[in-house]
Nanobody, 127 residues
Framework: QLQLVESGGGLVQPGGSLRLSCVAS????????IGWFRQAPGKEREGVSC????????NYADSVKGRFTISRDNAKNTVYLQMNTLKPEDTAVYYC????????????????????WGQGTQVTVSS
C-alpha cells in the first residue's frame, strides 16, 4: 500500500528555517515524481515545488524561488523541502504527493497532476 508521511513542520519566527521530510513506503522511488503543496486557511491548495524521480529536474513556485530547496534521497525513499527565510505568508499545511511518471525532463506542480497524498504537516511563521 502506497503511503506518504510528512514531518518537520512547526512554529518558526519570520526569517527562520524549517526542513520538511516526506517518507514514502509501499513503492520504489523509480518513476515516481514528488511534489510539495500547501494550503492556507480559506485558500486553494497550491504547488510549491516538485522533483523528478531521478532528482535531475526540479520546479518551484515563484513565491518560494531562492528560499526553498527540494531534494530527494532515493536510498531512504525520502524527499526534503528546505525552507529558508520564512515569511508569515508561508503559513499553511504542507502536503507531499506523488505520481507515477516516466518523464524525467520536468515535473508538474498542479495538484490535479498527483494521485497519492500525505496527511500534511502544519507550518506556522509568526513572531
Amino acid at each position: 500500500q502506497l503511503q506518504l508521511v510528512e514531518s518537520g513542520g512547526g512554529l518558526v519566527q519570520p526569517g527562520g528555517s524549517l526542513r520538511l521530510s516526506c517518507v514514502a513506503s509501499g513503492f520504489t522511488s523509480a518513476y515516481y515524481a514528488i511534489g510539495w503543496f500547501r494550503q492556507a486557511p480559506g485558500k486553494e491548495r497550491e504547488g510549491v515545488s516538485c522533483i523528478t524521480s531521478s532528482g535531475g529536474s526540479t520546479n518551484y513556485a515563484d513565491s518560494v524561488k531562492g528560499r526553498f530547496t527540494i531534494s530527494r534521497d532515493n536510498a531512504k525513499n525520502t524527499v526534503y523541502l528546505q525552507m529558508n527565510t520564512l515569511k508569515p505568508e508561508d503559513t499553511a499545511v504542507y502536503y507531499c504527493a506523488t505520481v507515477y511518471t516516466t518523464v524525467q525532463a520536468m515535473c508538474l506542480t498542479a495538484p490535479h497532476d498527483y494521485d497519492y497524498w500525505g496527511q500534511g504537516t502544519q507550518v506556522t511563521v509568526s513572531s
